[in-house]
Nanobody, 127 residues
Framework: QVQLVESGGGLVQPGGSLRLSCAAS????????MAWFRQAPGKEREFVAA????????YADAATRGRFTISRENGKNTGYLQMNWLKPEDTAVYYC????????????????????WGQGTQVTVSS
């Protein structure tokens, strides 16, 4: 069974940066497609970004494209979400997700695509 643990969340000022980590166990991440979702209070959980296997493509939601970068470091079996130029609207609980399947691009945004989920880490952007 795959387990995912997020870390790196916290309080940051608008315009600041933060890097979230997603440590995986039970399976090497090179065999997984990974993604990040976020959920703000009173809002539905929304897609942030996804990355396929080594050498694969990455995808980001329009709201974060150009500011957030998804990546992974196979040697540490960890995925990352680098967040730059943070805005108050980015405040949310951020979740790491993964699947052992090979989802097509059209369903990367769907929560149902991913069978493995982390517990979430809080990101608060405020002055």
């Amino acid at each position: 069974q795959v387990q995912l643990v997020e870390s790196g969340g916290g309080l940051v000022q608008p315009g600041g940066s933060l890097r979230l980590s997603c440590a995986a166990s039970g399976r090497t991440i090179s065999t997984l497609a990974m993604a990040w979702f976020r959920q703000a209070p009173g809002k539905e959980r929304e897609f942030v970004a996804a990355i396929k296997r080594v050498g694969g493509s990455s995808y980001a939601d329009a709201a974060t494209r150009g500011r957030f970068t998804i990546s992974r470091e196979n040697g540490k079996n960890t995925g990352y979400l680098q967040m730059n130029w943070l805005k108050p609207e980015d405040t949310a609980v951020y979740y790491c997700a993964a699947t052992s399947g090979s989802p097509i691009t059209g369903i990367l945004r769907l929560q149902s695509t991913y069978e493995f989920w982390g517990q979430g880490t809080q990101v608060t952007v405020s002055s």
